[in-house]
């Protein structure tokens, strides 16, 4: 038995192979995508090379909260299916006939996909596109109140990510049940590929919502600027350590009354950090902006 499992798995050694570096390359391209979002919703210019380990890291980070937030959806969805299913035990039969009839129909079933995932993509998940400058600017106006509660308030945070993932789990459901229904040449074609590129986009949004949303707002407080002190009662934050330099949040003193205290990014050359001090590690939305909202 081992020889032959030995014979196996040296066949098959080209095919992993392949499959490992198809696999990197993906989690690749996905990190630098979060990355790249990431920087740009905190308020910091472009400081990326083309090779970088960290975005393998982050692509990997991202697959584990994936592989987490499925399981977590499951158990967020099990009371709902529960539910669900006893309201289809109570319907009567006839009911249940006509309901399961009218949603076997495959053109009905593709406009309302197109419907879902237009709406999630457009009212939903392209949302986080409006967050952008966290850590200097107060947020926009544009950006929609419940999607800042839920940034600031960040227990909910996780919660919402697996809805998302839910949503996106429902677009593929669709598109599986759909696979073999054979729609006429035309419109209804065209309709099926659309609804396709919907699901990828879909897909797509959903490491850049992590990237904006979730990834590393957890930041290391530090007790000076390289070999400069801060000044009392100032505070700060390593925000980003570039190619070039370590990028580094600093907020004054807290102002009387109304007027916010004053936040600024400082960038320090590698060689003029030559020692950093770790004081804590905040959540840094509810740090700056818990206060008031």
Same mark, same amino acid.
């Given at each position: 038995? +081992?020889?032959?499992?030995?014979?196996?798995?040296?066949?098959?050694?080209?095919?992993?192979?392949?499959?490992?570096?198809?696999?990197?390359? *993906? *989690?690749?391209?996905?990190?630098?995508?979060?990355?790249?979002?990431?920087?740009?919703?905190?308020?910091?210019?472009?400081? +990326?090379?083309?090779?970088?380990?960290?975005?393998?890291?982050?692509?990997?980070?991202?697959?584990?909260?994936?592989?987490?937030?499925?399981?977590?959806?499951?158990?967020?969805?099990?009371?709902?299916?529960?539910?669900?299913?006893?309201?289809?035990?109570?319907?009567?039969?006839?009911?249940?006939?006509?309901?399961?009839?009218?949603?076997?129909?495959?053109?009905?079933?593709?406009?309302?996909?197109?419907?879902?995932? $237009?709406?999630?993509?457009?009212?939903?998940?392209?949302?986080?596109?409006?967050?952008?400058?966290?850590?200097?600017?107060?947020?926009?106006?544009?950006?929609?109140?419940?999607?800042?509660? *839920?940034? $600031?308030?960040?227990?909910?945070?996780?919660?919402?990510?697996? *809805?998302? $993932?839910?949503?996106?789990?429902?677009?593929?459901?669709?598109?599986?049940?759909?696979?073999?229904?054979?729609?006429?040449?035309?419109?209804?074609?065209?309709?099926?590929?659309?609804?396709?590129?919907?699901?990828?986009?879909?897909?797509?949004?959903?490491?850049?919502?992590?990237?904006?949303?979730?990834?590393?707002?957890?930041?290391?407080?530090?007790?000076?600027?390289?070999?400069?002190?801060?000044?009392?009662?100032?505070?700060?934050?390593?925000?980003?350590?570039?190619?070039?330099?370590?990028?580094?949040?600093?907020?004054?003193?807290?102002?009387?009354?109304?007027?916010?205290?004053?936040?600024?990014?400082?960038?320090?050359?590698?060689?003029? $950090?030559?020692?950093?001090?770790?004081?804590?590690?905040?959540?840094?939305?509810?740090?700056?902006?818990?206060?008031?909202?």
């Amino acid at each position: 038995m +081992l020889s032959e499992l030995g014979k196996w798995a040296s066949g098959q050694g080209g095919a992993w192979a392949k499959a490992f570096v198809i696999g990197s390359g *993906l *989690l690749y391209a996905v990190g630098y995508l979060i990355i790249r979002f990431h920087l740009t919703a905190i308020g910091i210019g472009t400081d +990326l090379s083309v090779l970088d380990e960290r975005y393998l890291n982050a692509g990997a980070r991202f697959l584990v909260y994936l592989v987490l937030s499925i399981s977590n959806s499951v158990l967020v969805a099990l009371p709902g299916l529960l539910l669900a299913w006893a309201l289809w035990r109570l319907c009567p039969c006839a009911l249940r006939a006509r309901i399961h009839v009218t949603v076997r129909k495959p053109k009905l079933l593709l406009v309302l996909g197109i419907l879902f995932a $237009v709406g999630m993509i457009q009212f939903v998940m392209r949302q986080c596109f409006f967050l952008t400058n966290l850590l200097l600017a107060e947020f926009s106006p544009d950006a929609p109140g419940w999607l800042v509660y *839920l940034l $600031v308030h960040e227990l909910w945070m996780p919660l919402y990510f697996c *809805l998302l $993932v839910v949503a996106c789990a429902l677009s593929l459901l669709i598109v599986w049940v759909l696979r073999a229904t054979p729609f006429p040449p035309g419109l209804w074609t065209a309709a099926r590929l659309l609804f396709i590129g919907l699901v990828a986009v879909q897909i797509l949004m959903l490491p850049i919502n992590y990237g904006v949303l979730i990834m590393d707002k957890v930041m290391p407080r530090v007790a000076s600027l390289g070999a400069t002190p801060l000044s009392p009662g100032e505070q700060a934050w390593l925000v980003w350590q570039g190619r070039d330099g370590s990028t580094f949040l600093v907020q004054g003193r807290q102002q009387q009354g109304s007027v916010p205290a004053q936040r600024r990014m400082v960038t320090l050359a590698r060689a003029d $950090v030559k020692r950093l001090e770790i004081l804590d590690f905040d959540s840094i939305m509810p740090t700056l902006f818990g206060s008031k909202r």
